[in-house]
C-alpha cells in the first residue's frame, strides 16, 4: 500500500488518445516508486471528469544524453535537480468513464467515455468518494462482493441488475471459483427478487463444504439462510451420513427421460449418431414409457421385425441399449417416480425459495448432464407457460430464476448447445425470467455464441490462452484486460467486466469461511428477521 | 545612502558600467547590485570588473623590485591609490516599479553618475524568490562565460538563503528547464554550484 492520501495530485496531462489512453507526466514531487499499476485516478478535464487507471508506468528523459553519461550516483545533488525536469516518471492512463460534468453522467450515472481530457488536465488519486460513486454503496439491491486490488473501497454489484442476464464464472481449478459463487448466491438471495436453483455437483453449496486444500469445513447456503434455502437430494443416504437436513428426495422416472436428454448424453454414453436417431423413433413407435420398454425388447424375432419396421440397425440397438443400461443403472433413476421433482421444485421456487440439488455420490458427469438438462428442460417449460400467462394479462409473472450449473461446458460445447434447454435459456435471456450462472474452468469449451450472450463474466486466473481468449472476447481494452488476467494471484483474486459493473475492475473477493465473516453476510438478515418478529410479538 | 560603493559611468540597457569609489572595492562576481533611478531601482549582477590606469595612455609601471610586499609598493608610493581606478561592470536582471520586483528589462537605461548599491542580504532574498532573471544570464553577451556567471550569482545568492541546499535544487531545476537540450553546459554549471 502506499501512503500517498486519496485525491494527491500526481501529475498533468500530457498527450492521449481514445484508444491508447493518456500519458500523464508526473509532478516532480510524486515518485514513480509510489505509482502502482491498477491504481484508480481521476482526471479533471475542462468540461468532464474523467475516471481512469493507470495501466503503465514508465520512465523518461527529455535529453538522450543523460541516458549515455547519467551522473554520478554519488552526485545526489545533480540527481535531485534533473529529477522533475530533464528526467521524470509519465504514467499511462486510461480512462474510462466519465464521473461528472455532462447531464447523462449525473442523471444516470458513470458514463463510458467518448473523448480525451484536454492539455494540462490535473491527475489525482481517484478519492474514496469518487470510489463510491463509480462502484457504488451497499444499499436494498446493491451487494457487496469484495475489494477492488489495493483498496479498501468495496466494490458493489447491483444485483437485479446483474440476474437479467445470463453470468458466468470462470477460473483455474482451485482458484477460487466456488468461493466467489458461494458469495454470489448469497447476494442473489438477499439482494434480488431472483429465486436460485442450484445444481451440486460437489455438495458445496447446500451444507458444508470444504475451503482448499480440505483443511476446514466452510459453511453454506442453508446453514446460514435456513428459511430461504431448501436442499434437495439424489442420494438421500449420503446426505444422511453428512448431516444433511434435506427437504425433498429426487427419484427420476423413466417416464421423465425425453429422447433429447439421451442426444445430450451421446458423447457420455458413447452412442453413435445412428443410436441417437433411434431414439427418436423409438419414442414415437412405443410412446411415454419408450425407455422401459425398449429395455425390456428381447432378442425376439418380434423385436427385429420392429426394428426392421423402423429401419434400426440391429447393432445400432446395442449399442443404444447398453447406453440406456448404464442410465438404467444409476440408483435415482426409478420404473416409475412417487413424486413428482419439477412440481416440487416449482413450489419451493414460487414460495421464493432457494433451491440446492445435492448429487451425493453421483458426481459422475452422465447423471449431472441427465438430471439437470432434464430438471431444467421441465421447468423452463412451466417458466413459459407462466410468462405467457403473465403476458396475457392474468397473473403476475413468475419470480425471476437464475440456474446455477456446474462444468458448463458439458451442456455448452458447440456440439450440444443447441439441443440443450441450457444453450436456449443462455440466447433467450430474461425473454421468460431465466437466467444461468455458469461455473466452468474451460471456457475455450463453451459455444461462443453462447459467450458472448453472458452479461457479466467474473474470471479469477486462467492461464491458458484459449481461454483467456474466450472470456475475453469482445471486451473493449481486452490486451490491457489479458496482462491484468494473467497477473492475478493464483486465489482470491478475479477479474469482473460487463453488464453489471461500469468498468473491468480486478478485486479480491469478501471473506468467506469465518465466523465474522458469516456475521457479515447474515447481519443485515437477523435483524430484518428479528423485527419482523418483534413487530408479530406486539400484536400477538 | 552611505554604503553606496560606486558611480555609474557607462550605461546601456541591458548593463552598466560603474567606477569604484575606492580602489579594489569591487563587489564580488556574481553579487547584486542596484541603482536608483527615480522612481524605480535597477537591479544589476556583477559580471566583470578591472582595474586600470586612470589616463588610457599611460600604463602603470612594475615598481615593487626592492620592496618587500606588494602592500609595501603601496604605501611607498601613496600617489598610486589617485592614479589607478577599479570599475565593473553589472547586466540588469531587473527593477523595482511600485514596490513590485519585475525580473525583465526596465523600459529605459538608467543615468550616469547613479550611485550603486551592494543589495542588502533582505533585498537579495526578495529577489531570489524568483528565478526568472536566469533567463537574462543565459542568453547574456558579457564577455566571461555565461555558465560562470550563473554559477557565480547563484552561489551569491545562496549566501542569504535560510536552507541553501533546496534553493539551490530549485533554481538548478529551473536551469535545467531553461537549458533543456544541452545536458552538458547544465551538468558543467551544476558543478560549479555545490558550496
Known sequence: MMDNKPNQPLGIVVAGSVEKGTEVRLDSNSSVEDMVVGRYVTIEGRKRRFFGMITDISLGVTDQEIAVSPPDTTDIFTAAVLEGTATYGSLHVLPMLTIAGDANSISEGPQPVKTVPSHFSRVNLASEIDMELVFGKEDASRFYIGNPLDMETHLCLDLETLVKRSNGIFGKSGTGKTFLTRILLIGILQKSRAVNLIFDMHNEYGWMGTSEGGQRQVKALKQLFPEKVAVFTLDEENSRRRGVSTDFVVRIGFEDIDPEDISLLRQTLNLTEAAVEAVYQLRRKLGKDWMQRALDLKDTEETRALLTEMSIHESTFQNLKRGLGTIRRLPFIVSRSPVDAVKSIMEYLDRGMNVVLEFGRFRDITAYVLVANMLARRIYVRYQEKMEASMAGNVAPPTPLVITIEEAHKFLNPEVAPRTIFGTIAREMRKYNVTLLVIDQRPSAIDEEIMSQMGTKITCLLDNERDIDAVLAGVSGKNELKTVLARLAPKQQALIFGHAVPMPVPFRPRDWGTTESYKEFTGGENTVRQAEKDIKDLFD | ?195
Open chain 2, 1 to 195: 545612502m552611505e554604503n553606496k560603493i560606486a558611480e555609474v559611468i557607462a550605461a546601456g540597457t541591458a548593463d552598466f558600467t560603474a567606477e569604484c569609489y575606492e580602489l579594489y572595492d569591487i563587489p564580488p562576481l556574481g553579487s547584486l547590485v542596484k541603482t536608483i533611478d527615480s522612481p524605480s531601482e535597477i537591479f544589476a549582477v556583477v559580471c566583470q570588473a578591472s582595474t586600470t590606469s586612470i589616463e588610457p595612455g599611460r600604463r602603470p609601471i612594475a615598481r615593487g623590485k626592492n620592496e618587500a610586499t606588494a602592500e609595501a609598493v603601496y604605501q611607498a608610493n601613496p600617489q598610486l591609490l589617485k592614479l589607478l581606478r577599479s570599475e565593473f561592470q553589472a547586466l540588469v536582471v531587473g527593477h523595482k516599479n511600485d514596490n513590485k520586483i519585475l525580473q525583465y528589462l526596465p523600459p529605459k537605461p538608467t543615468r550616469i553618475h547613479g550611485f550603486v548599491f551592494p543589495c542588502s542580504p533582505h533585498e537579495i532574498k526578495e529577489f531570489s524568490q524568483s528565478f526568472e532573471f536566469l533567463n537574462l544570464l543565459v542568453n547574456s553577451s558579457a564577455q566571461i562565460p555565461s555558465g560562470e556567471l550563473i554559477a557565480a550569482t547563484l552561489r551569491e545568492m545562496t549566501r542569504v538563503q535560510p536552507d541553501p541546499q533546496a534553493f539551490l535544487v530549485t533554481a538548478g531545476k529551473k536551469l535545467v528547464t531553461l537549458l533543456s537540450g544541452d545536458y552538458q553546459r547544465t551538468k558543467a554549471i551544476l558543478g560549479r554550484l555545490t558550496l
